[in-house]
Nanobody, 119 residues
Framework: QVQLVESGGGLVQPGGSLRLSCAAS????????MGWYRQAPGKQRELVAT???????NYADSVKGRFAISRDNLKNTVYLQMNSVKPEDTAVYYC?????????????WGQGTQVTVSS
């Protein structure tokens, strides 16, 4: 059974920092590109950042220069370091593992962790 378990969310003041973690089990973690998405109330889920199997990160323009995605293949964990957070970063953050195979796509999601940026 595949599980993605996010942790590290909470309340943080504007300008502060937070680190999210996503622990994966039930998959061969090292061969999966991973991603972080977020969904604010009343809005669609949006991409925050992705990381390739080799560790190359891509970012949404809204978080570029403030957030950093990383992975530890020995711990089967992907991280999202959030710096200089803004109120508009408030959302539920979801971890995603997705890999395209020749005849199917494996696409897994975590349950989400709430991040609230407020003074």
């Amino acid at each position: 059974q595949v599980q993605l378990v996010e942790s590290g969310g909470g309340l943080v003041q504007p300008g502060g920092s937070l680190r999210l973690s996503c622990a994966a089990s039930g998959i061969i973690f090292s061969i999966y590109p991973m991603g972080w998405y977020r969904q604010a109330p009343g809005k669609q889920r949006e991409l925050v950042a992705t990381i390739t199997t080799s560790g190359y990160g891509n970012y949404a323009d809204s978080v570029k220069g403030r957030f950093a995605i990383s992975r530890d293949n020995l711990k089967n964990t992907v991280y999202l370091q959030m710096n200089s957070v803004k109120p508009e970063d408030t959302a539920v953050y979801y971890c995603n593992a997705r890999r395209d195979w020749p005849t199917m796509t494996a696409d897994y999601w975590g349950q989400g962790t709430q991040v609230t940026v407020s003074s």
